[in-house]
């Protein structure tokens, strides 16, 4: 059962710093910031309500979270739950930053499920001030955060989370980095509710209509692919339909996306000096499993596992890929030299939560959600504080 804490948060003095600016980068040099009165701690333990406020798809949206410290629990007690897999040298980063600032700074973005909204309903209270925190950041999106200080509020929200379990969105890499800390700071040996064992986490419900999931496109920059070549050992796997003139018109490869056949994976490659897209769609009877693929039978279709194991590694026989969140980014890096840009759907976020409820993995970088946290608070390590 996931163990959340309110805890002493290290917030922006807005009036020492350059608030947007600092929201929307990585928080560096934290003891620094702390001993300057950039960054000030909360003289007793709080969680935080945090709504961001966007536009998407022409619409208005607020989505409404909560940051709070939760109690590291290694993937294999269940509680807290990954969908993709960890690059090691994303791991590394995030320890070696953790480390270096004796602080959780970037928090962790898990969802959990509440139908009836309670947790909302706990957070009401606090909604109806002024925020302790307002910002735009250069995305448009408007981020507002409220302190949650009442004892009891906090109590009930703990126990409303005891039975749930918590699904990792985004940070895998940063929470695997948190568990690292606790090993080297000997968490296992501290006090029950040290904060040595904790983790900073923003929490959104799964049912909240705010939640925007996004794709993650491929960039392929190796010298010597041939698009030829490549179309042709593709045949195997892939039906391919060629969009005359698409490889710059991002309209046309998305309505040719959107047409797809409803759980048919698909996405739309371009190529270093072809004017043209190609959509590739995996053909019905072709089973990444049956091609030796090592998944989950029940995600071996999901786009993200076709694209990497089917056309990264057997057919262009490369691993050396990077995501991009930006379609239009994709083309303009295949103008500019990239070989081969792969432009993706977004996964439904039914699909994302079923792989991790099933114990499977996706690969590393498939799913992203917008906007992205500003870092508008910290959770300062001390070994010796407790949080409870």
């Known amino acids: 059962m ?10 922006w003095d807005a009036s020492n710093v350059e608030l947007a600016a600092v929201v929307a980068s ?5 003891k620094d910031r702390l001993a300057k009165g950039e960054l000030v701690r909360d003289p007793s333990r709080a969680m935080y309500r945090y709504h961001q406020t966007f536009t998407h798809g022409g619409r208005s949206m607020t989505r409404q ?34 480390t270096e600032a004796g602080a959780h700074t970037e928090a962790v973005f898990a969802g959990y499920r509440d139908a009836a909204r309670e947790v909302d309903r706990l957070c009401r209270g606090v909604e109806g001030g ?20 009442s004892a009891e509020a906090i109590g009930k929200l703990r126990t409303l989370f005891a039975p749930k379990k918590l699904h990792v969105l985004d940070g895998h890499a940063r929470y695997e980095g948190m568990l690292a800390y606790a090993g080297r700071l000997g968490a296992e040996n501290q006090p029950q509710y040290s904060s040595a064992k904790y983790g900073l986490a923003c929490l959104v419900n799964l049912e909240d209509p705010s939640l925007v999931i996004a794709a993650r496109h491929r960039l392929v920059r190796n010298d010597g692919i041939k698009r030829d070549n490549v179309l042709e050992s593709a045949k195997r796997y892939f039906i391919i339909e060629k969009l005359a003139g698409g490889a710059r018109d991002l309209a046309k490869i998305n309505a040719s996306l959107a047409e797809t056949v409803a759980h048919q994976p698909a996405f739309v490659a371009i190529f ?10 995996l053909k019905p009877d072709v089973s990444p499993v ?3 693929v090592q998944v989950h039978r029940a995600i071996q279709k999901l786009d993200p596992v076709v ?9 262009l026989q490369t691993a050396a890929s990077t995501t991009q969140l930006d379609a239009a980014g994709v083309i303009k890096a295949v103008e500019n030299g990239a070989a081969v840009g792969m432009v993706m759907r977004p996964l439904p976020l039914d699909q994302v939560v079923h792989a991790d409820e099933l114990g499977a993995l996706l690969p590393f970088g498939s799913t992203a959600f917008l906007p992205p946290l500003a870092n508008l608070i910290a959770l300062v390590i001390d070994a010796d504080e407790d949080l409870v």
């Open 2 to 11: 996931p163990q959340i804490a309110g805890f002493r948060g290290a917030l």
């Open 26 to 30: 990585p928080v560096t040099a934290v």
């Open 65 to 98: 979270t909560l940051v709070c410290a939760v109690r590291l629990e290694p993937w294999t007690e269940g509680t807290i739950r990954p969908h993709e897999q960890t690059d090691p040298t994303a791991r590394e980063a995030a320890t070696a930053a953790i």
């Open 307 to 315: 694209v990497e194991h089917m056309f990264l590694a057997k057919v």
């Open 290 to 292: 049956n091609e030796g």
């Open 272 to 281: 270093a000096g072809d004017p043209d897209a190609w959509k590739l769609t």
């Open 130 to 149: 002024k925020p302790n925190v307002e910002v735009a950041t250069p995305d448009g999106t408007v981020h507002r955060l409220w302190r949650l200080a």
